[in-house]
Structure formats: structure tokens, C-alpha cells
């Protein structure tokens, strides 16, 4: 399967997934080769997912790099309720991430 990347001051450029390498055409040639239109294409196959793609979801945010007060509002948002004696952004990150897991398990 053939994917066009980039166009270049040569050409343009196309990944080829079989063979794990990128393919130059240059300007005013036609690649010799099928090209895919849809890039997503290369994470799914007729099953569903590739397991050979990991797909990323760059929604969740990181819990470790926020503050308390960010981590009081992660909690009000996703209805997890902290106890007003925590206050140290480490004892609430530890709190939201036992609740998650919890109710991943429950």
C-alpha cells in the first residue's frame, strides 16, 4: 500500500507499508503504483483495528503534570469527589487515579 506523505521541491513523496520505506516521484511523472487516498486505511484492516498500529488518544489529559487546583477540577469534571483534607496536588493525583481504576474495576 502506497500513501502520499509530503510533496517536495522534487516531487512528492509516498510511504510504501509493505516494504517500510518512502518512494520519490519526481515532479511531472505518475507513480507506477496505486496510491491510497485515505492514510487511515493503514490502521484498519477488514477485522477492525491493525494490531500492529497503536492508536494514541490524545484527550486524556496527564495527570502528572497538572497542579492541585487542575487536578480539583479533573475531579469536578469527571464527578470524582476529593476529600477536603487533601491538598497536596500528589495525595489528589493519587486519589483520582485509585477512583479511575476503581471504576475501570467496579
Known amino acids: 500500500m502506497f500513501v502520499e506523505t509530503r510533496k517536495t ?8 507499508s509493505k ?3 518512502v518512494i520519490v516521484v519526481p515532479h511531472g511523472q505518475k507513480p ?3 496510491v ?3 492514510p487511515k486505511s493503514m490502521k484498519y484492516n477488514e477485522d477492525g483495528l491493525n494490531p500492529g498500529v497503536a492508536i494514541v488518544d490524545e484527550t486524556i489529559p496527564n495527570l502528572d503534570e497538572m497542579d492541585a487546583e487542575q487536578l480539583f477540577a479533573y475531579a469536578k469534571e469527571n464527578n470524582i469527589e476529593v476529600p477536603g483534607n487533601m491538598k497536596k ?3 489528589i493525583r493519587d486519589h483520582i487515579k485509585e477512583e479511575q481504576a476503581n471504576a475501570i474495576e467496579g
Open 89 to 91: 496536588a500528589d495525595t
Open 36 to 38: 491510497v487516498d485515505n
Open 9 to 16: 521541491v522534487t516531487g512528492r513523496e509516498y510511504w510504501d
Open 19 to 21: 516494504n517500510k520505506k
Open 32 to 34: 507506477d503504483f496505486e
